[in-house]
């Protein structure tokens, strides 16, 4: 079956905090994805990855940066937390094969930031 | 940009109730269209899926046809059940290849509530 693994399920931090969100999917797939789920908004790219090192931004990078060391490891960073940054976080992988860009979704991180 | 609006919610019906959930979009090319579920403390899931004009995805009781015509990929369901209750996101996804990296864009998300 496969998985794509997040670290936290809920995560309390406070302001100006640096705060690491982890990833990890077993599926050996090239593209990681982080997205930022609010109400009434749906899901917002803030980053991606297509390869080992490799980042684009998406469509809210400010306030974040993503690093990828391993093929497998994608993580979002908030190097200094602000309440505004409090939110559901998501994390996905894809495989870039054929046409069909399936993405697969870990549990998600209900981040609050104090 | 490309861009996908579903309609307003929150929806709620009755169990065994038709449902209708309608989404709309607009893109360069010929995207991948998707329908996306949201149970409640969980991640997405991929419901159903289209890649081509005409295609019908299908899944769970679900369905969505991919019209060109209209821009359009509506989901429907003919008895929802208490199960159903969810979040749900219709999304579109450039293809993979070049520079594109297959991204999503996504609706707003649409809940919907199933009473007994």
């Known amino acids: 079956d496969v998985k794509v693994t997040q670290s936290s399920r809920y995560l309390v931090k406070r302001t100006g905090e640096k705060v690491f969100l982890e990833c990890v999917q077993d599926?050996?797939?090239?593209?990681m994805f982080w997205y930022r789920q609010d109400p009434g908004l749906g899901l917002r790219l803030i980053y991606f990855s297509y390869d080992v090192k490799m980042k684009e931004k998406g469509d809210i990078p400010e306030g974040y940066s993503v690093s990828r060391e391993k093929k497998e490891r994608f993580s979002l960073i908030l190097e200094s937390a602000s309440t505004n940054q409090t939110s559901m976080y998501l994390c996905?992988?894809?495989?870039?094969?054929?046409?069909?860009?399936?993405?697969?979704f870990g549990p998600g991180t209900r981040l609050t930031v104090l | 940009g490309d861009s996908v609006t579903q309609m307003e919610g929150p929806v709620t019906l009755s169990e065994e109730a038709f449902l209708t959930i309608n989404c709309t979009y607009t893109?360069?090319?010929?995207?991948?269209l998707f329908w996306y579920v949201q149970y409640p403390g969980e991640g997405l899931q991929l419901l159903l899926k289209a890649t081509k004009a005409d295609d019908k995805g299908s899944n769970k009781g679900f369905e969505a046809t991919y019209r060109k015509e209209t821009t359009s990929f509506h989901l429907e369901k003919g008895s929802v059940q208490v199960s159903d209750s969810a979040v749900y996101f219709c999304a579109l996804s450039d293809h993979a290849g070049g520079t594109s990296y297959g991204k999503l864009t996504f609706g707003q998300g649409t809940i919907l509530t199933v009473h007994p």
């Open positions: 893109a360069t090319g010929y995207p991948s």
């Open positions: 996905a992988s894809s495989s870039p094969s054929g046409r069909i860009n399936e993405q697969f």
């Open positions: 599926m050996d797939h090239e593209n």
